[in-house]
Nanobody, 125 residues
Framework: QVQLVESGGGLVQAGDSLTLSCSAS????????MGWFHQAPGKEREFVAG????????AYLDSVKGRFTISSDNAKNTVYLQMNNLNTEDTGVYYC??????????????????WGRGTQVTVSS
């Protein structure tokens, strides 16, 4: 099992930037797919961005393309989500997730085996 810990959330104003971090530990030797999910109040958890460290491929939700960037430091078992030009709709809990797929990036919650506890991002107008 992989343990995931998110950090970097906080309270910001619209237009500001934040960078979230996800540190992975435990059984990471066969973990290739990492994703960030966003859950707004009263809504379902939604895929935001993903990366497969073995291929370097990335994927994004359409609404965050050009604003968010996912990256990884494989030697440190850490994944980042750089969020620029935040707006109030970005408010919510951001979860880091890990999966075993060696080549693909899935957008479904069921494809991920391990989850962090989340970090809160609040964007004020």
């Amino acid at each position: 099992q992989v343990q995931l810990v998110e950090s970097g959330g906080g309270l910001v104003q619209a237009g500001d930037s934040l960078t979230l971090s996800c540190s992975a530990s435990g059984r990471t030797f066969n973990t290739y797919m990492m994703g960030w999910f966003h859950q707004a109040p009263g809504k379902e958890r939604e895929f935001v961005a993903g990366i497969n460290w073995s291929t370097g491929r990335t994927a994004y939700l359409d609404s965050v393309k050009g604003r968010f960037t996912i990256s990884s430091d494989n030697a440190k078992n850490t994944v980042y989500l750089q969020m620029n030009n935040l707006n109030t709709e970005d408010t919510g809990v951001y979860y880091c997730a890990a999966g075993l797929q060696p080549f693909a990036i899935s957008r479904t919650r069921e494809s991920y085996d391990s989850w962090g506890r989340g970090t809160q991002v609040t964007v004020s107008s």
